[in-house]
């Protein structure tokens, strides 16, 4: 059985799609829009026209660990905590400097043919189940594109909040309104990739800007907790126009969203730009800040960048939450996620019992 005929098995009816004539369908799960004829995939292979009906992956895992919330990287959110955090396989954009290339490119690239000895079947009950096993207070869908995958996503977060866990995605946040609104009522937090400022590079990638840049907008406007990231690729999008556009948009939206600049290293197909210098990601970090962004951070640097690690109150700027690498070493917020100095609020979304923070974690992952 090849990969494909194995992901098909695992596959229920889609909701993210309209019916179209001669049993043709449009799926709007992301921003493609894919007009999928019978028999036919969508770009991101996963999604098909079975006899007009949509079938989408359901009811598996291709990846499966208890994060810090920090490695997603959410720092606003349950700040110390772990999330369960599961994939699936295939992506809707082909980036060429991907971390997560041999599951996300599933489909697209033969190279991830072996992708599929790492799917595992699992039921929404069974990974809520595994989040109290590894003390987890958040569920993640991450790892691939989220997006593609949001009817399995949704099973899962019902159960989740029914169990009392808050709720992620991590996502190229290539969506269009009709996701997001889908997704809304289960969802806690999104933290979307703004790649670069430029459609050229996103043509490149294999996507749209203003797909992604309307989706920042919506997600805030839908009450989602919402941080971006921002991955600085010498000679791709590190210019200081392009950071500036960056920044600038981001506090037009809200300069409450947390920034993550982080470092790039060579992968997957792109192996010539260099590694994102240290100088580059402070570069980045000062123009958030200048930009009006309260909250700006340097990631993929561990401990190498201090200043742009730890969270300092947005008013008298006293340091309130410091970090190393994904584990927190002091945490000083009040139970309303307040300032303790002057009350000024914090941004986020915060534990109620600023005593039960775990502190001083190892801070690495754990696979299931
Ligand atoms: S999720 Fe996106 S790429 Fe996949 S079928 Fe739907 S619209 Fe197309």
Redesign the pocket.
């Known amino acids: 059985m090849n990969l494909s005929q194995k992901l098909d098995v695992l596959t229920a009816p889609g909701e993210l799609y309209e019916k179209l004539d001669n049993n043709a369908l449009r ?4 921003g ?3 007009l ?1 004829r019978e028999g036919k995939r ?3 292979q996963v ?1 098909f026209n079975a006899s007009g009906e949509l079938r989408v992956p359901f009811g598996y895992v291709a990846a499966l660990q208890a994060d810090p919330i920090e490695k997603k990287p959410f720092y606003h959110f349950l700040a110390g905590e772990n999330a369960l955090s599961f994939g699936m396989l295939g992506c ?1 954009l082909h980036c060429d400097y991907c971390q997560n290339w041999f599951t996300s490119q599933a489909l697209r690239d033969p190279a991830s043919e072996g992708a599929g000895r790492l799917v595992r079947e699992v039921s929404a009950k069974g990974l809520v189940e595994l989040a109290k096993q590894t003390d987890s207070k958040i569920i993640a869908s991450t790892y691939n594109e989220p ?2 995958t949001s009817e399995w996503a949704v099973a899962v977060f019902k159960e989740a909040q029914k169990a009392g866990l808050k709720t992620v995605m991590v996502s190229n946040g290539h969506a269009t309104p009709e996701v997001l609104e889908y997704l809304a009522p289960h969802l806690d937090g999104y933290k979307i990739d703004l790649k670069s400022m430029q459609q050229k590079n996103y043509r490149q990638l294999g996507g749209t800007l203003q797909h992604v840049l309307d989706s920042i907008v919506r997600a805030k406007e839908l009450g989602l907790w919402v941080e971006v990231v921002t991955l600085v690729v010498p000679d791709f999008n590190d210019s200081n126009a392009e950071l500036w556009d960056t920044a600038r948009f981001l506090a037009s939206v809200s300069p409450d969203i947390p920034w993550h600049v982080t470092a790039y290293h060579r992968d997957y197909k792109m192996t010539e730009n260099e590694d994102t210098p240290l100088d580059t990601l402070v570069r980045a970090a000062d123009m958030g800040r200048e930009a009006g962004l309260r909250y700006v951070y340097a990631g993929n640097v561990h401990g190498r960048a201090s200043e742009y690690e730890s969270t300092f109150c947005p008013s008298c700027q006293r340091p309130l939450i410091k970090r190393i690498g994904f584990s927190l070493r002091h945490y000083q917020l009040t139970n309303g996620g307040k300032c303790p100095h002057c009350g000024a609020a914090v941004a986020g979304v915060w534990a109620e019992n600023p005593a039960s923070v775990p502190l001083n974690s190892r801070g690495v992952p754990r696979i299931i």
Not at 27 to 30: E, I, K, N, T, Y
């Open positions: 799926c709007f799960a992301c493609h829009r894919c999928i969508g770009i991101c999604r809707d997006l593609i």
